[in-house]
């Protein structure tokens, strides 16, 4: 069958320890649960985007040098993994630069790509892009194109474009829900009943767009200690969803994986892919 449609997923690989509240008190999850995910990829043979926070990769260097070892792509997660607004320009380039020490350490000297926090690039926070591009950042996928309690930028658009330098590839939102929701992402993937989310990847796989999602190991872990959430999502509702169906989403993952028309892919060859094309555009 041709491959129309595309996966980039993108583990965002951090400790809730260094999270949360109470986290000197949590139930080490990095490694098990890594090698849990590791074992799914191999079985399907392939190969995703992993961004790391420099706290996750100074602490488990052997993780990320098995992860490594397995083809996968390392990118970054900020140092601190504090929202983009939380930093002044000068803190946030001395964190990035951490981070790509910490990666580096870890055998990740070719990290290119940067995910924010919180998904927390917004129109106020810009600045960063040109802080990225310096630092030899060469894609970010740090846009959620929709409206969210916590961030969102609902008028970058969907599609991937170039911010100082950098190419920004915005998570995916769904279409026809009547909310631009990441339904291949978090909280998300989760909740939404698996029908919409298989519908809304065939509906991208025909369009012949991709689909940009993240995951966390704790949208993965049933066994993840509850943890107090941040104040601006402090209530029921979002407590309950933040814990609902850890149990069923690695095998919702193994079944979109296994999808034989989206083929999956790495951000570094979505990005070196869609330079290339628009080299083709301007060169022709
Ligand atoms: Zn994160």
């Given at each position: 069958m041709k491959r129309k449609g595309e996966f980039l997923l993108g583990i965002d690989l951090e400790d809730v320890r260094d999270l949360a509240s109470n986290g000197d008190r949590m139930k080490e999850r990095v490694p098990v649960m890594t090698r849990r995910l590791l074992t799914l990829l191999r079985s399907l043979g392939v190969r995703i985007t992993f961004f790391v926070t420099g706290q996750l990769a100074e602490r488990y260097k052997n993780i990320l040098q098995e992860i490594q070892s397995e083809g996968h792509e390392i990118a970054c997660h900020t140092f601190w993994h504090k929202p983009l607004s939380h930093y002044t320009q000068i803190e946030f380039e001395d964190d990035l630069k951490r981070n790509l020490a910490a990666l580096s350490a870890a055998g990740a000297q070719s990290a290119r790509g940067f995910r924010a926090p919180v998904l927390s690039m917004t129109p106020r926070t810009t600045w960063a892009y040109s802080i990225l591009a310096r630092n030899g950042?060469?894609?970010?996928?740090?846009?959620?194109p929709g409206a969210n309690p916590l961030f969102g930028w609902p008028d970058f658009g969907e599609n991937p474009k170039v911010m100082n330098g950098v190419l920004e590839i915005p998570v995916s939102v769904s279409h026809g829900l009547g909310m631009r929701l990441?339904?291949?992402?978090g909280v998300y993937f989760r909740a939404l009943p698996f029908t919409i989310i298989k519908h809304q990847f065939r509906h991208f796989a025909s369009r012949g767009t991709p689909i940009v999602a993240y995951i966390h190991l704790l949208d993965l872990d049933k066994d993840q200690e509850r943890f107090p959430l941040p104040p601006a999502i402090r209530n029921p509702f979002y407590s309950f969803l933040m814990f609902y169906n850890r149990g069923g989403a690695l095998k919702r993952l193994r079944t979109l994986l296994a999808m034989t028309n989206v083929r999956i892919s790495t951000y570094g060859e979505f990005h070196a892919r869609h330079i290339a094309v628009d080299c083709r555009r301007t060169t022709a």
């Open positions: 950042i060469t894609y970010s996928s740090s846009v959620l990441p339904f291949a992402s």
